[in-house]
T-cell receptor, first 114, second 114 residues
Framework: GDSVTQMEGPVTLSEEAFLTINCTYTATGYPSLFWYVQYPGEGLQLLLKATKADDKGSNKGFEATYRKETTSFHLEKGSVQVSDSAVYFCALRAYTGANSKLTFGKGITLSVRP | GAGVSQSPSNKVTEKGKDVELRCDPISGHTALYWYRQSLGQGLEFLIYFQGNSAPDKSGLPSDRFSAERTGGSVSTLTIQRTQQEDSAVYLC????????????FGPGTRLTVL
């Protein structure tokens, strides 16, 4: 079945540090890939997405590139801020015609200190 | 317009009691999803509605769990004879159609079974 694997957390960084959060997936066919973010006390929000190989999703300074050859969708940001502290979830959607449910990774907590 | 809303935001119940969780999707969204977020299991898909029908119930963990959707809008997730392992945050999401790439999430209902 479909699955998403995220690197273990939590991650603690200093402000302005470089961020990489690894995500790899297993799916049949060509899924769409997503990063969702959950800020403290808030609901899940879509951060960025990519729908086909070599697409790059970007938003709020975050980027992720859909790599079919390595089945990966790693999240990066060049300079993190305290406000980026949140839980980050990698997800895939493998549309089968009957359902387009999201399959999530376990999430990783990012804490950014001033 | 309003986002996805869920009620109650918190529910504490005793083991063995039944609970109902409500989801109001974004107006016009035909697809509706229920997910569960728990410490041990991460984010798991429960059930998907297209209109009022549920073509995929594969994520419901037991026959104690059921859900319905009426008028192509509001959905109710019912858990009968609650158990402590049902304690989790129950998330609802909606999207324009089942092939839409973005699912919009509600704030969730935190269920605690004592």
């Amino acid at each position: 079945g479909d699955s998403v694997t995220q690197m273990e957390g939590p991650v603690t960084l200093s402000e302005e540090a470089f961020l990489t959060i690894n995500c790899t997936y297993t799916a049949t066919g060509y899924p769409s890939l997503f990063w969702y973010v959950q800020y403290p006390g808030e609901g899940l929000q879509l951060l960025l997405k990519a729908t086909k190989a070599d697409d790059k999703g970007s938003n709020k300074g975050f980027e992720a590139t859909y790599r079919k050859e390595t089945t990966s969708f790693h999240l990066e940001k060049g300079s993190v801020q305290v406000s980026d502290s949140a839980v980050y979830f990698c997800a895939l959607r493998a549309y089968t015609g009957a359902n387009s449910k999201l399959t999530f990774g376990k999430g990783i907590t990012l804490s950014v200190r001033p | 317009g309003a986002g996805v809303s869920q009620s109650p935001s918190n529910k504490v119940t005793e083991k063995g009691k039944d609970v109902e969780l409500r989801c109001d999707p974004i107006s016009g969204h035909t697809a509706l999803y229920w997910y569960r977020q728990s410490l041990g299991q991460g984010l798991e898909f429960l059930i998907y509605f297209q209109g009022n029908s549920a073509p995929d119930k594969s994520g419901l963990p037991s026959d104690r769990f059921s859900a319905e959707r009426t008028g192509g809008s509001v959905s109710t997730l019912t858990i009968q004879r609650t158990q402590q392992e049902d304690s989790a945050v129950y998330l609802c999401a909606s999207s324009w159609t089942s092939v839409s790439n973005e699912q919009f999430f509600g704030p969730g209902t935190r269920l605690t079974v004592l």
